[in-house]
């Protein structure tokens, strides 16, 4: 058995990557991959010597139940990376056995990037900015409120939603449940999301670099060199500081393109020098179940949480949306978003009619899972002409234009039986806003910030499943890589 994390998810060109391995094998290698429009072999480590470092023991006890909330201390390995790497996503594939057994071990291609034994970062260039405008974060922090730490043949299922570990406000940290980044789990979410996007963006040939959330999170400045931000796929789980750069950012006439959902709903308090988070969720604290009020829910008021609505800054939010039902990625309806407002320039080139000709508005991405697996709405209501418009009651811009709309219908109330409709309670909102729908626009603030309202955005246009979600993601990404005053 073999299994390892990163010590930090990013490294600059040129810098040491270090890689905390255990095995019980006496002796690995680690293979590096990139992903691109391929995903590409790049070198082998020489062997490294094996040991073995049983996990951290869950705090409630019960193998294999591990802790998630303390770092798994794994031996240290140290690999420089060459300064001529691409900046990129990177894959580290760790192959225990001798130099016999590295042999027999075939080489991954774009089906294996998925699975246990990996671990992936991101290079970051040593002259931000140079390589491309585009700064692609990856959604690191979701990422690690999923990761069940789990290996071939073990689940541990240990991490914010099962088995969680909570704490009380003490020594200089808050309360809430806490996380360490410094776990196995193996790659999931980037092999869904992020790679069949990534390989559209490089044969597309869009110049992209790459960010962590720590990074994003650490850096006041690291939006400066570039125009556009991407948040791709699932993007549940942000810092304060994150926020706040990326509303300086647009004020400053930057863009951004949420290509993502359930985006910036949790609140997360970084510790342990970036390596671990706390969170006050509604998740399980002993046997209580929803835990409320869970203070870093973004939209409530204190002290039902935060009282900053995500939508100030996107546009949607899940508190209109919804999720569906099922394993994930769950099955879900597969009509599309109605669109309106189709001479906007997001739609050119597409041919989509919004109905004001007098015929039947279009749907963008119709007979494919665009809408979900989860997805973000606005607050609206429609007009005398039958055109959803935002009402800003949610705190959604008064400049935010719903360009397509698919209304949840019908709703699931139940808290613990979601289905349809969107990821809320009575407890925490007793009077709605309005009906629920998964919602993509565009609002100003400086800059430009598209929502595609979806966190299956990225795979419908990087599988290109539909010409008309592929168009409209160009356009967006050919307009806003360029900073422009009064882009609408």
Known sequence: MIEGYVNRESVTAGEVLTLHVSTDSDEFRVRFYRLGGELSFLAESEPFP???KAPPPHPDGGAPLASPAVGWDFPAYSFRTPEDWTPGIYLAHLIEGDESSARAAPLLDDTGIEGFAREFFVVRPRD????GRILYKKSTYTRHAYNQSNNEGVS????????PVYQEASDGEPRGHRLSLHRPGGVIDLAYWDAPFIAWLERCGYAVEYCTDLDLHEDPDLLAPYDLLLSVGHDEYWSEA???HVFAHVRSGGNVAFFSANTCWWRVHPVDGGSAFVSDTDHRVGQEYPHLPATDLWWPRPPEGVGSPENSLTGVS???????????????????????????WVFEGTGLRDGSDGGEPDALGAGTALIGYECDGAAFAYDGQGVARATGADGTP????ILGIYVLDPVNESFHDLKWGHWNCPERE???TGPRAATMGIHTAGGTVFAAGTTDWSVVCGLELDAGVVRVTRNVLDRLSHRATAVR
Do not use: I
Not at 156 to 163: A, G, P, Q, S
């Open 50 to 52: 094996g040991e073995f």
């Open 128 to 131: 931000p900015g140079r390589h």
């Open 156 to 163: 541990r299922t240990c991490n914010l939603y099962e088995n």
């Open 242 to 244: 994150m926020r706040d």
């Open 318 to 344: 899940f508190r209109n949306g919804g999720m569906w039902p099922g394993d994930w990625p769950g099955d879900r309806p597969r009509a599309g978003y109605t669109v309106q407002h189709t001479d906007h």
């Open 398 to 401: 008064d400049s935010f234009l």
């Open 430 to 432: 007793p009077s709605r």
